[in-house]
């Protein structure tokens, strides 16, 4: 069976993001708080998510036949799906409603391509600035054209970190805590700009050095998780595995940081900080 053409497919899902990214701008101009919905007590939910995603499955379907769809708000559910296809769309149309929802910047489209279970395609459409991160099996990583790499930091100490928390994650909220404590007292910061997409893709851009998440959905990361192993950067699951796309936590760095940044993250999830400062490879 000849292999796909990735390149022109990862070209079509692009122009697809940027047209859903689109959609979602012009409805941002008349957006009002009284058309937020709540699918939990604080996972909100609009048209604009349902619209985008509408958008998204109706021309991703004859790319390529017969693929299935992983998608967050269910526009595929009256799709027949073929539980024998090795293709998979996976489909967040709108990454950080809560940002969307306050007219605050980031917020992303995102569409990933699985084979068999692994990232052939991702895209990520950061909508505010119309920035379209993209790779493809066996590429270079890009925003907009031009290749983009992850940064050259080699100490956590000369670090900018990422990071987010879900609004279903309060159970973990010490070790949320003890991973803020560590990285704003020894590191550049911490950042929690609301996008785990955008947190990711801007890792593969090198303006954050690592970022981690916890409860995080297949949606959320396998786009952008793409992006960041094609820029040259590590992905893992908090056990160093490769569990990131299903098994609901990532951890993404440049490669001279993964040791150094493990370490942390093995540290805060395993027991409260006796010590404020654990020792690490620095």
């Not at 409805?27 to 998510?49: A, M, Q, W």
Request: aromatic letters at 10%; one cysteine or more; proline letters at 4%.
């Amino acid at each position: 069976m000849q292999e796909p053409d990735y390149k022109n497919i990862c070209t079509q899902v692009r122009r697809i993001a940027k047209e859903a990214g689109e959609f979602i701008r012009k409805e941002r101009k008349n957006f009002t708080p009284d058309k937020i919905e709540k699918k939990g007590e604080h996972d909100l939910v609009s048209y604009v998510d349902r619209g985008a995603e509408k958008i998204i499955v109706g021309q991703l379907r004859p790319l390529i036949k017969g693929a299935r769809f992983l998608t967050e708000e269910g526009s595929s559910s009256d799709i027949k799906q073929n539980a024998e296809s090795p293709y998979c769309w996976i489909i967040d149309p709108l990454d950080g409603t809560t940002n969307f929802t306050h007219s605050l910047p980031p917020y992303c489209v995102c569409i990933a391509l699985a084979e068999n279970d692994q990232i052939v395609v991702g895209v990520v459409y950061e909508v505010t600035q119309k920035e379209c991160f993209y790779a493809w099996k066996d590429s270079k990583a890009y925003m907009n054209g031009k290749i983009i790499r992850v940064s050259e930091t080699d100490v956590l100490k000369d670090s900018l970190i990422a990071t987010g928390f879900s609004y279903n994650s309060t159970k973990r909220l010490d070790e949320f805590n003890n991973q803020m404590n560590y990285f704003l007292k020894y590191t550049h910061g911490a950042r929690r700009i609301g996008s785990a997409a955008a947190d990711l893709v801007y890792v593969g851009a090198g303006r954050f050095d690592a970022f981690s998440q916890f409860n995080l959905s297949p949606w959320d990361v396998a786009a952008a998780s793409l992006i960041v192993e094609r820029a040259g950067g590590r992905v893992s699951d908090y056990k160093g595995g490769n569990n990131f796309i299903f098994g609901k936590e990532i951890v993404a760095t440049n490669p001279h940081l993964y040791k150094e940044y493990m370490d942390i993250i093995h540290t805060t999830t395993s027991r409260t900080h006796k010590n404020d400062n654990p020792k690490t490879d620095r």
